[in-house]
């Protein structure tokens, strides 16, 4: 009886070493698959922002078009260079906040760069990760035709 208890527990002892290498291995298979999936969630977040970026880009040069434009035209229509309409300050004042929201974007995306290169993805809950999730390219394109009609 002795024997049979010794050899069951050898066997019990070298089950226990099999499932202990294989808990390892799939731990190791499962922080393979957890960085795997943390890195495609940052490429995704560089896509959204880089299209982000275009779509401001394009407001600013919009805007500066705009701009030029009503400057040419008010120096025509005044004879001298004055004051600007409340119409030009205002799209004045919206190139400005365009052009932070463009510099802004830039820097998001030079921050995701830096991180997926060097492999040290970290996926918290940050006010950028939110705010990407809920990004609509409607309201940029929606902005930019009231931007043109304010234009012409």
Do not use: W
Not at 7 to 16: A, I
Not at 28 to 43: A, G, H, M, R, V
Request: glycine residues 2%; aromatic residues 2%; charged residues 35%.
């Amino acid at each position: 009886m002795r024997n049979i208890c010794v050899k069951r527990e050898e066997t019990f002892v070298k089950e226990k070493d099999l499932l202990q290498q294989e808990i390892a291995r799939r731990e190791e298979d499962i922080k393979k698959l957890n960085l795997s999936l943390q890195i495609e969630t940052q490429e995704e977040h560089i896509i959204i922002l880089k299209k982000k970026t275009k779509l401001l880009q394009n407001r600013v040069n919009t805007l500066n078009e705009t701009v030029e434009v009503l400057r040419r035209k008010s120096a025509v229509t005044l004879g001298v260079r004055g004051e600007p309409s409340h119409q030009l300050k205002q799209l004045i004042e919206k190139e400005a906040q365009l052009e932070q929201e463009y510099d802004e974007t830039q820097k998001d995306l030079n921050n995701h760069d830096k991180l997926l290169s060097g492999h040290q993805v970290n996926m918290t809950d940050s006010p950028t990760t939110r705010g990407l999730s809920t990004l609509s390219t409607d309201k940029f394109e929606n902005e930019e035709v009231t931007v043109r009609k304010h234009s012409k």
